[in-house]
């Protein structure tokens, strides 16, 4: 898995250019990963992961490993930076 500043840089220009939502959840599920693709890094949700299908309520899913909901969560914050830092 990707380390947790790439992930927030990628999060971060993903919200930037609509690409992942920050809609509220309506429902948050967890459960083991299958293989699908974390919706913030791109990489599989491995059987040993826990995987987080969090369902928007614009009415999207998005499927997320939990360092990368984590991650998600405080990028959508209202304070959250509009930039990525320069080191970590």
Do not use: F
């Amino acid at each position: 898995m990707m380390d947790a500043l790439t992930i927030r840089r990628r999060v971060r220009e993903m919200i930037t250019t609509g690409e992942l939502p920050c809609d509220d959840p309506a429902g948050l599920w967890a459960s083991m990963g299958d293989g699908k693709r974390c919706a913030a890094c791109a990489e599989p949700i491995a059987a040993r992961q826990v995987e987080y299908e969090v369902n928007l309520t614009s009415g999207k899913k998005i499927l997320l490993h939990q360092p990368c909901h984590a991650i998600w969560l405080k990028e959508c914050e209202p304070d959250a930076p509009t930039t990525a830092p320069s080191t970590p």
